[in-house]
């Protein structure tokens, strides 16, 4: 490519579209695109690169292991630590500014340990769960998130941790090892904030934008107890907070793979939302008391005083109407239906679906002012998943539900045709 564009400078430069001083800053800033690309290449064929022998070594040993004695079983239980210790050292002390080499050592450092962990308590029969092994795992990978530092490090960590926290969590009893994982994630979050603010746009960071968010996703129902029915207002909440900082952090602005907290939140609100539309449901959250004191209604307090804080001081300024973005004020709306206005379900249920279907208007005409695709197609998607839902919600007859199909698709052709049209 870089041949490519060089070639072309040439001839820019021939025709005299172009002088010189800008042809070579031309130059130079295609030079260290390709720089930068190559870099992540070998990142990425170095951390696959050491996954792969490591889990090779693991499974030439484990093919053999019934036919060794205790001391080599041990003395090989130790020797992918050992090698991946001595790999890292080197790395350290010789190639501490190439980030392939940090990412691959720590890679295999990772894998090593959790490889002698699991190979000497087999071997000496340390009893102990699943839960414990990853919370040993996860202890012993977090020092090396800094000290390589290693952002592989800390993606293998933050997978370690999400799975303690769903084992522990949703399995097990209720204890104070069910707030163990949002203690395990506070030390990742000074190297994540870092890795925001100075690679914005490493690929690495894309990963942790959204492994972060599905994490914390996946263990906030693990704080459900004796009140879960808390835990929608919760979530509400918690997108709502994703959607903000997706829409307002300018690190997640320049591109969609960047942001998965607005996709996320997004995404998250309108399945709430849609989960919600049912008359069912409302009339169970109308039959249960809620309890006021309760963790999950602490929690849901404090975010949404914080998500409050955000929308005040940076969002209702900006509000130009009568169009404005409804996404941030939707979980406000949502609590007060669920504590207000429980008794009345028909009422909530009517409110729902009227949000719904407001933010898929202010997602297709948002679409159509930026002219974009992807972004139409959710729109549309959003209230074909509102019709569907009422299709088997209520007792129209099949004729109209096939015209109403018939008119959705009829939709998506039109407007998908004209947005394609006018961006041309």
């Known amino acids: 490519m870089l041949r490519k564009i060089i070639d072309d400078l040439d001839e820019l430069l021939d025709r005299q579209v172009i002088d010189q001083i800008t042809a070579e800053k031309i130059r130079l800033y295609y030079e260290d695109q390709e720089g930068d690309q190559k870099n992540r290449q070998y990142v990425i064929f170095g951390v696959l690169g050491a996954l792969l022998v490591g889990l090779g070594v693991i499974l030439i040993v484990a093919h053999n292991w019934d036919n060794l004695s205790r001391p080599t079983k041990t003395i090989l239980g130790f020797t992918p630590l050992i090698l991946a210790q001595v790999l890292s050292g080197f790395t350290l002390l010789q190639k501490r500014e190439s980030k392939t080499w940090r990412e691959s050592s720590a890679t295999l450092l990772v894998l090593g340990m959790g490889a002698t962990l699991s190979l000497i308590s087999q071997i000496y029969n340390i009893p102990g769960t699943i839960s414990s092994f990853m919370l040993t795992w996860s202890l012993l990978i977090l020092p090396l998130v800094y000290l390589i530092p290693s952002t592989m490090a800390a993606v293998l960590y933050l997978l370690g941790i999400t799975y303690y926290g769903t084992e522990s969590g949703y399995n097990g009893p209720n204890s104070l090892e069910d707030f163990y994982y949002w203690l395990l994630l ?179 005409r948002r679409a159509m002012q930026i002219q974009h695709l992807g972004l139409l197609n959710y729109g549309l998607l959003m209230i074909t998943a509102l019709i569907i839902c009422r299709f088997f919600d209520t007792n129209i007859s099949f004729i109209l539900r096939g015209l109403l199909f018939v008119a959705i698709g009829i939709g998506f052709f039109i407007t998908n045709y004209r947005l394609i049209k006018t961006s041309r």
Do not use: C, M
């Open 186 to 364: 506070l030390p990742l979050l000074p190297y994540y904030f870092s890795l925001i603010k100075n690679s914005t746009k490493s690929n690495f960071t894309y990963l942790l934008n959204w492994l972060v968010p599905i994490s914390i996703i996946i263990n906030l129902g693990s704080i459900a107890d004796e009140n879960p029915q808390w835990l929608f207002g919760t979530y509400f909440i918690l997108f709502g907070l994703y959607y903000f900082i997706g829409k307002n952090v300018p690190q997640f602005h320049n591109s969609l793979q960047n942001n998965g907290y607005r996709a996320l939140g997004s995404l998250g609100t309108v399945v709430l939302l849609t989960i919600l539309s049912f008359h069912f449901i409302w009339k169970e959250i109308a039959d249960e008391a809620i309890e006021f004191g309760s963790l999950e209604a602490i929690i849901t307090l404090i975010l949404l005083l914080v998500l409050g804080y955000l929308i005040f001081r940076f969002t209702i300024p900006k509000i130009k109407w009568p169009i404005f973005d409804p996404s941030p004020f939707i979980p406000v709306i949502f609590l007060i239906l669920f504590i207000a206005l429980r008794s009345a379900p028909v009422f909530s249920v009517v409110v729902v679906n009227l949000i719904l279907f407001l933010l898929a208007l202010y997602t297709i």
